[in-house]
């Protein structure tokens, strides 16, 4: 079959009307239906979720991290589960409350373990790419703990689908579900991440394609990052409506845009904006989100 739209979405669609949506949960990893062509192989993607202590990637500590190796053929069609790969990491110091109610994880359950640095790189390293639901997130932290997997492209299942194009509101990973016929338990785990995003992964959009093979179009096209600073509070309100953000940590007005838009964003900057530098870096998937 095409994807999980046609193995689960079929029977849904019989039984619906109007006034009546039928979800179905989604699939085991270990019960992976069969799809796609796997005599036509494609990429082999590092499905990825991390919880954490934190949300600095500098000082706070992976305590969770789940990965499954997903095999696709040319269409982007997911057409088995290759490998899994879990650990659980101690930060060395005591959990916040918040963070045990997140994630179900304690003091207890994580002291004494650790994750096995040299085994997880390796595995990872069997990927084209790597991929994360809100993948800056868990780059940050997987290239902290894995310094061996920097060289590896991040996909995001986030940002490098057009969702609102795509006819979706939110783009939450339970509500992305929901909308496409499925729902996951309720579960905020790191593996149980990665088998929902590996199922709204395998979900057909509008235009045709899966979530996967649109996620992989835009991770690889190269997009050019507009840097505009100098002085810029009299144009702020401008540059946010325009899409641009401020980004605390270089302090300019950022956007990041096709390389036709960027020329049409420097023309706009030089009629609106004075005493401004603008500054153009061509962005690719290996460094798009770090």
Known sequence: MNSLNDELGRKAGEAADDNVRVLRRIARLDDW????DPDRPGMTIAVVD???EGLDPDSDQIIELAAALVQTDIEGRITRIIDKAYGLQDPGRPLSPKITKLTGLDDHKLAGRAIDVERMTAFFARADAVLAHGAR?????CRRLLPGIEHVPWVCSLNDVDWLAQGFDGRALGHLLMQQGLFAPKAHNAGDDVTATINLLA???PNGR???AEALANAQ???IRLDVEGQTFDARGDLKRRGYRWDWDRKVWSLETSEFQADWEESWIARHC???TVTRTPVTWLDRHC
């Open 33 to 36: 239906p069969k799809m796609g």
């Open 210 to 212: 899966t979530v996967l």
């Open 137 to 141: 997130f868990d780059a940050g932290f």
């Open 274 to 276: 004075t005493r401004v």
């Open 50 to 52: 991390t919880e954490t």
């Open 221 to 223: 096209t190269t997009t």
């Open 203 to 205: 979900t057909v959009l």
